[in-house]
């Protein structure tokens, strides 16, 4: 990674977690829509310590209807979306103007979505996006290390969340080989005993997904 400066390398890493972040949780706020709406005992609440983020709803209507679009809350989807945005702004000479402006078209379907009477219509048209989003990378980005970092990223995200949403112990795994195919070819400094050791942990019984969330999250310096 020696041509490709810190700055660069942190700005990549984060670009490709937000937009992981972001389609994540629209995939999950998609499987709680309907049961949310129709459960006799809030569970918005526990979606919310999973995500470790301040539950700021009155309620569950407000949950849904705001916490996809409400810019003012720095944990809305679409704040984590405008993140992406920001890092892919800066990066616009590596991953070219049709790469970015698929998360500029990501976050005006969010604020349609808003509008909209249906909004899970419009929130598909997000993940639309951030699908085209990264064939674009793919296509646009010469530089196989800015590539690789990115796409790394991505997994140690999608790691993160599956860890936080409990998903299930061979969904996480295949994430994790992913991830480790990947993250060899950043030149990243990262700890190389984190993805073993998550793989011990997912084995456990009870899967002590908190430990493995730290470790995840400490994986890679950048």
């Not at 470790?52 to 849904?64: G, H, M, Q, R, T």
């Not at 809305?76 to 049709?98: F, K, Q, T």
């Not at 998360?103 to 085209?132: C, E, H, N, T, W």
Request: hydrophobic content about 40%.
């Amino acid at each position: 990674m020696s041509h490709i400066t810190t700055e660069k390398a942190n700005q990549l890493f984060w670009l490709g977690r937000y937009v992981e972040r972001v389609y994540t949780t629209v995939i999950e706020y998609f499987k709680g829509y309907d049961r949310m709406i129709d459960e006799a005992t809030d569970s918005y609440p526990e979606f919310c310590r999973r995500m470790s983020i301040p539950n700021v709803c009155a309620d569950k209507e407000a949950f849904l209807s705001n916490y996809p679009s409400d810019d003012s809350n720095p944990d809305s989807i679409i704040s984590n979306l405008i993140r992406a945005y920001d890092n892919a702004v800066v990066l616009r000479d590596d991953i070219g103007s049709d790469t970015l402006s698929y998360i500029q078209l990501a976050i005006y379907d969010m604020r349609k979505a808003s509008l909209a009477s249906a909004p899970l219509i419009g929130l598909q048209a997000v993940i639309d996006d951030l699908f085209a989003f990264w064939g674009c990378l793919d296509d646009r980005v010469a530089d196989y290390g800015e590539r690789s970092i990115a796409k790394a990223a991505r997994r140690v995200e999608r790691v993160d969340l599956y860890l936080r949403f409990g998903m299930p112990s061979d969904a996480i795994s295949y994430e994790l080989r992913r991830l480790q195919n990947r993250i060899v070819r950043t030149g990243l400094d990262y700890d190389e005993t984190a993805i073993p050791r998550i793989n011990e942990m997912l084995s456990s019984d009870p899967v002590p997904y908190a430990e493995a969330i730290e470790t995840i999250e400490s994986m890679v310096r950048v």
